[in-house]
């Protein structure tokens, strides 16, 4: 029996999961590698920890499902996007790998609207300049630590760096790069004047072979299959930006649906054979079916935020309750429920990592009062996560020329219950999840199913691999609260706009 391997690789986890022909999900393995926060802003990791740990899940999903190396049919490889993974002149990693949401280069963005160079970039790249794109962490990286950038051979994205030890093959796959500000997505290569017009053009030689997400870009060498249990030779695919995979396994192969990830990010996307060119959204780039581009809003504004709550407030509770043999997620979830949302609780501005209004915008708890439990911020954290979904849609909204059918979601989110109702309730749209619990790894393993020819094309891929779940429906009775705690939620991001850049300064001492 053939099975197909994807790998997801997040901000600080790192996925294995095997699937069947069928796209049912018969092994997961996971390991988490440090983040490294060494200044406010800064967000890196280990590459040769990360690699190790990429090793480590593919053998352990191998061990704990006890399917043979032979039987695996190819290897799939998503990642996060934006961020920067560099390779050294000395075959070695030049430095920490930079994580997507770094804002170490805030000010570089400002700058480059200021004085018109992101117009001119936009008409070429079809995208607006985030702090945390290629570009702009190179630029800072030349101003800054000119020695790393003078030793730069492969310019990676967080995937391709993964796929490139494990084929020894430099490629960069068209989805992540047409998102980093480094293509002309007109004519689908890379451009002199945007590298010039940002201040890197020397960094071009180091800019590998472009290649697309569903071709066969490499097999694993013998010294990877060594590390990570695979045979060699094994065919691996071009992989996918994380977003373009968690798409393309929710079923997102027309332009009916949009696709909402709660993950550390907050992305918002559908995709259309046209790109948006009229700046009402932030980002085009190109898709995993070569015909349509990707239409995204994101920000690291969702999940992640929910983390940290846990992990910084409710620790000895989630002792607790594993000790005790409980579901932590299921306490925590009968929270939002004993909470209901007619109950006034304070506005959670999910700023904890970045913005999606201001460069420098914190997180920020609004209207706490002596009543307010951690159960009533545990919903402002949910509800305020939602609401910047809801902001970043109404931007997409306004591209579209029909209605959306569904929402199909994705990430942390869609495997609560009572955080899929919440969606719905704040969107007032039908919401939709799959089956499987990584659903990047699953579009991972269609790209391959496909590549490898057991299917004859994604469409049939994606018609027999993806499971959509039974549709959880919008309550009509909740929205005119909902509408009023989100027209809230944006008074009190226009209200602490003059804030956040002497708040800024203050961190920075």
């Known amino acids: 029996m053939k099975y197909y391997l994807g790998l997801d690789n997040g901000g600080t986890t790192t996925k294995a999961a095997l699937f069947d022909a069928d796209g049912s999900e018969v092994g997961i393995f996971s390991k988490d590698t440090a983040m490294i926060a060494s200044r406010p802003g800064y967000t890196e990791r280990d590459m040769e ?10 053998k352990g999903v191998l061990n704990v499902t006890g399917i043979s190396p032979d039987d695996v049919a190819g290897v799939g490889i998503c990642g996060h996007g934006k961020g920067l993974y560099l390779w050294g002149k000395d075959n070695a990693p030049v430095r920490y790998g930079i994580i997507s949401t770094d804002n170490r280069a805030y000010e570089y963005p400002i700058k480059w609207a200021q004085d018109g160079t992101e117009q001119k970039a936009f008409e070429i790249s079809c995208q607006r300049i985030m702090a945390c794109q290629p570009v702009a962490l190179l630029a800072w990286l030349k101003d800054n630590e000119p020695k790393s950038y003078a030793d730069i051979k492969y310019v990676f994205e967080c995937k391709d760096y993964v796929r490139f030890r494990l084929t020894g093959e430099a490629r ?18 890379y451009d002199d004047d945007l590298l010039t017009l940002f201040g890197i053009s020397e960094i071009k030689e180091a800019l590998p072979p472009l290649c697309s997400a569903t071709e ?11 590390k990570c249990g695979l045979n060699a030779g094994t065919p691996v695919i071009g992989g996918m930006f994380d977003i373009d995979a968690c798409a393309l396994g929710t079923g997102i192969i027309d332009e009916d649906n949009l696709c909402m990830i709660a993950g550390t990010w907050s992305i918002n996307e559908y995709i259309r054979k046209e790109p948006v060119l009229d700046g009402s959204v932030a980002m085009n780039s190109l898709y995993a079916i070569p015909e349509y581009y990707l239409i995204e809003e994101s920000s690291p504004t969702s999940a992640g935020n929910n983390a940290w709550y846990i992990n910084q407030i409710l620790p000895e509770l989630k002792e607790t309750v594993v000790a005790s043999g409980g579901n932590f997620y299921d306490e925590i979830n009968g929270w939002i429920d004993e909470i209901g949302p007619n109950t006034f609780v304070p506005i959670f501005l999910p700023f904890l990592m970045a913005s999606n209004v201001h460069p420098n915008a914190k997180g920020s708890f609004i209207g706490i009062t002596m009543n307010h439990s951690r159960k009533h911020l545990l ?9 910047s979904h809801r902001m970043h849609a109404e931007r997409l909204m306004q591209s579209r020329s029909t209605d959306v059918k569904a929402i199909r979601l994705a990430g942390g989110a869609a495997h609560s219950r009572e955080w899929t ?6 969107m007032q749209i039908p919401i939709e999840t799959v089956e499987a619990n990584e659903t990047g790894a699953l579009g991972c393993a269609i790209g391959v199913a496909a590549a490898v020819g057991d299917y004859a094309s994604l469409d049939e891929a994606v018609a027999r691999m993806c499971k959509i779940s039974k549709r959880v429906m919008p309550n009509p009775m909740v929205k005119e609260i909902y509408d009023k705690k989100y027209t809230l939620y944006k008074k009190v991001i226009d209200g602490l706009d003059g804030v956040w850049n002497e708040m800024q300064m203050m961190a920075e001492q």
Request: hydrophobic share 50%; net charge negative.
């Open 49 to 58: 920890e990360m690699w190790d740990a990429n090793c480590a899940v593919m």
């Open 172 to 189: 960069a796959e068209y989805t992540d790069y047409s998102g980093a500000n480094l293509l002309n997505l007109h004519t689908r290569d």
């Open 216 to 226: 066969i870009a490499g097999f694993v060498t013998v010294e990877a299959a060594a």
């Open 379 to 387: 919903r402002s954290v949910y509800e305020g996560i939602c609401f």
């Open 421 to 426: 109702q919440m969606f719905a309730d704040v």
